[in-house]
């Protein structure tokens, strides 16, 4: 049981670690243009305090047998940190506000649960007050990319919901759904479980819609018409944790 648990926790930080890479053609894009263009820092200052929750719950006297749970959210929060620096960098003054301003209470947040766990609570306790602020977190990351399953489902095409990415949201999901069972820890298994699940319905609409070309986009060329396309309409991609 203890080995089974240790390989579902490397191969969750395997496929967790893909997950916050995938952003970084997003971010060469942006040094590149100089210009955050129509990306959302939001999400990844979000993801940051999921990461941060996360890697506190794992430590050994929050909760026991977690240390790989700390290891890929500590990685993941030095990952999502330099993404929020270069947003900051090329954002234009009022987005850069903006997003410094919610860096700035994530931050303070994170600072708070850990005194207030740190300082204030002891044992299970403190296992379960750490745990419902991860959890809760974690749900709400898994449950970002929604408004891309919505965009496939009504344009029927999935152009911007590419199929790796998808595959390792349902292997990241997964395995730390698996884990989380196989230590008995609710507070793993129940939002990778929700993870594993939206992972499942992407994979179902990509191979649903895979062969589907969507609505036809307009002739640029036509009557004046300008096509709206990736570079002009982006969908911000969210990165995912556990």
Not at 64 to 82: C, D, F, P, Q, Y
Not at 124 to 131: A, E, L, Q, V
Not at 132 to 158: C, D, E, G, H, N
Request: charged content about 10%; proline content about 5%; glycine content about 8%.
């Amino acid at each position: 049981m203890e080995i089974a648990h240790f390989i579902f926790g490397v191969f969750g930080n395997a496929t967790a670690l893909f997950l916050f890479l995938a952003p970084v053609i997003t971010f060469k894009r942006i040094i590149r243009s100089k210009s955050t263009e129509q990306f959302s820092g939001i999400p990844y200052v979000m993801t940051l305090l999921n990461n941060l929750l996360s890697a506190w719950y794992g430590l050994p006297f929050v909760s026991k047998n977690n240390i790989l749970v700390s290891t890929i959210n500590g990685t993941g929060a030095v990952i999502e940190s330099i993404y929020v620096l270069i947003f900051l960098i090329y954002a234009t003054k009022k987005e850069k506000a903006k997003i410094f301003g919610l860096l700035m209470f994530v931050l303070s947040l994170f600072a708070a649960v850990a005194l207030v766990s740190l300082l204030a609570m002891h044992g299970n306790t403190r296992k379960i007050f750490c745990g419902f602020a991860a959890a809760i977190f974690s749900i709400i990351m898994y449950a970002s990319p929604l408004s891309i399953v919505r965009l496939v489902i009504k344009t029927k095409s999935v152009e911007f919901m590419p199929f790796f990415l998808s595959l390792f949201v349902f292997l990241c999901g997964t395995s730390w759904f698996i884990f989380g069972l196989l230590g008995r820890d609710p507070f793993v298994a129940v939002p990778n479980g929700f993870g594993s699940g939206l992972g499942t319905v992407q994979l179902i609409l990509y191979f649903i819609y895979r062969n589907k070309g969507g609505p036809k986009k307009p002739d640029p060329t036509s009557n004046g018409s300008v096509e709206i396309g990736p570079e002009k309409s982006q969908v911000n991609q969210t990165t995912l944790t556990v």
